[in-house]
């Protein structure tokens, strides 16, 4: 029995945790499907009685929320993918490729981006985005978010790749594959898991970014979605149910993909915990 209570413990403490962290969430599901303010004030933490799904229909045609909607999905992915195509390609000449002492003076030159804070790097990324003519443009966050996310990107998939059996490349090199060829062909083929973690942390700090898309972006039409939150918040701070249906639209895409790639994300956060 005392043995039982022990392992029932650690199963009681995590759903009491998913609880709590799932109920805010619930919270605004469920107002985001109620009829009016009045129902969310009487019944706050209720189903509601009757579902009312226009709500998503006014946030998303007249609250704009599917321009910023569909503006933050496309430059979170272009960005993300762009920084792991160059991630992995410097990742891939700092570990497989023999450059003597360029490859650990080049790594250590990437680990320096780590050091910097992003608040700090704020004046001089407006500066150049200005001289460069991009400013209010979509741009203008793409290119600092893939600069942004360069180092992080290349120690993930670094890490990754020094684990790779050299074998695997002498092989290739026997069947006359070059290196771009190895690359291709062999290593991000191999490099799947990593790549999917990295794509999903860089593609949740580019759609969550607040601070770039507010100040480089004064156009209405190309606002990305937490900043037409903001103004969405401001517009219709009287309708909580309608608030509650763009918070919604916000979390959704998150939601999605960590549905369809929970298993790649598993892998690449455990590769390389055990040698062999």
Same mark, same amino acid.
């Given at each position: ?42 019944? #706050?933490?209720? =189903?509601?009685?009757?579902? +009312?799904? !226009? ?7 007249? &609250? @704009? %929320? ?98 790779? #059996?050299?074998? =695997?490349?002498?092989?290739? +090199?026997? !069947? ?7 690359? &291709? @062909? %062999? ?90």
């Amino acid at each position: 029995m005392l043995r039982t209570l022990k392992k029932c413990i650690p199963h009681v403490i995590l759903l009491a945790y998913l609880l709590v962290i799932l109920f805010p969430f619930l919270f605004v599901l469920f107002s985001s499907v109620k009829k009016n303010n009045l129902e969310i004030a009487l019944n #706050p933490f209720g =189903i509601p009685k009757e579902f +009312v799904f !226009d709500n998503y229909i006014e946030a998303w045609v007249n &609250a @704009k %929320i599917s321009t910023y909607f569909f503006n933050s999905m496309y430059i979170a992915i272009f960005a993300s993918v762009v920084t792991i195509l160059l991630g992995s390609m410097f990742a891939f000449a700092v570990t497989r490729m023999r450059q003597g002492k360029w490859n650990g003076i080049l790594f250590s030159l990437v680990l320096v981006g780590m050091l910097i804070p992003n608040n700090a790097l704020m004046l001089p990324i407006y500066t150049i985005v200005r001289k460069l003519g991009i400013l209010n443009t979509h741009w203008a966050l793409i290119i600092p978010y893939i600069a942004n996310a360069i180092p992080f990107t290349v120690i993930i998939l670094a890490a990754f790749m020094r684990i790779l #059996p050299r074998e =695997i490349e002498e092989a290739a +090199v026997m !069947d006359g594959l070059n290196a771009p060829g190895i690359f &291709a @062909k %062999i290593i991000v083929p191999l490099t799947v898991p990593a790549m999917v973690t990295v794509f999903i942390v860089n593609f949740l700090g580019n759609w969550n970014e607040f601070l770039l898309a507010n100040y480089f972006l004064s156009n209405d039409e190309l606002r990305t979605l937490p900043v037409g939150m903001v103004q969405f918040r401001d517009q219709y701070q009287m309708n909580y149910a309608q608030m509650s249906a763009g918070i919604v639209y916000s979390v959704l895409p998150v939601v999605i993909i960590y549905a369809f790639l929970q298993e790649k994300i598993i892998e690449g956060l455990t590769a390389g915990s055990v040698k062999g």
